[in-house]
């Protein structure tokens, strides 16, 4: 994980981290959609509660991606 160290942002750089790019956000979106869709046919095919299935999927994801 990477270190904090003390720093500031010019104004731009605020800028660009509080205005989230709409191309982003729409992958963002689309992917927890499928996170969630998921995680519902892994309780229903495990008769697991839905929030376990989905800390369940969230972990895999993150596996995946790393």
């Known amino acids: 994980m990477r270190e904090h160290t003390e720093h ?3 104004d731009d750089e605020k800028q660009y981290w509080a205005v989230p790019d ?5 992958y963002i ?3 927890a959609a499928l996170m969630i869709a998921s995680a519902k046919k892994v309780a ?3 008769e697991v509660d ?3 299935a989905l800390w369940l999927v969230m972990t895999l994801y993150q596996d995946f991606y790393k």
């Open 29 to 31: 979106e689309d992917e």
């Open 44 to 46: 229903e095919a495990n």
């Open 22 to 26: 709409s191309g982003v956000m729409k």
């Open 50 to 52: 839905q929030k376990q």
């Open 8 to 10: 500031t942002h010019t």
